[in-house]
């Protein structure tokens, strides 16, 4: 299969369904970025799930100049951190 940069192009001309690829591979390192922040196996679900959509609709912001497995890791630990202030909260 092609790497993420061909992906993401595909998926920028109206390839959407190419997006799940995009899950499918990065799916176990987010995972793992969120299990550091939370134990519970249905949150990291949770926030796994708003991990990808955050990412599916900042897109258009992803620039290119890293990797995108990096700009991923970075929207999924600010979700854990953003889950983390609102448990703290309560």
């Keep these: 299969m092609s790497d993420d940069a061909?992906?993401?192009a595909r998926?920028?001309?109206g390839a959407t369904d190419d997006f799940a690829e995009i899950?499918?591979?990065?799916?176990?390192r987010v995972f793992a970025i969120l299990y550091r922040y939370e134990r519970d196996a249905h949150r990291v679900e949770d926030l796994a799930q708003e991990t990808f959509v955050k990412a599916w609709r900042?897109?258009?912001?992803f620039d290119g100049?890293?990797?995108?497995?990096h700009w991923l890791s970075r929207?999924?630990?600010h979700t854990a951190?953003?889950?983390l202030r609102r448990e703290k909260r309560r």
Excluded at 23 to 28: E, G, K, L, N, S
Excluded at 58 to 61: D, E, K, N, S
């Design 6 to 8: 061909e992906l993401l």
């Design 11 to 13: 998926i920028r001309k």
């Design 23 to 28: 899950v499918r591979r990065h799916q176990a």
């Design 58 to 61: 900042a897109l258009p912001q």
């Design 65 to 69: 100049r890293a990797p995108f497995e």
């Design 75 to 77: 929207i999924a630990t």
């Design 81 to 83: 951190l953003d889950h």
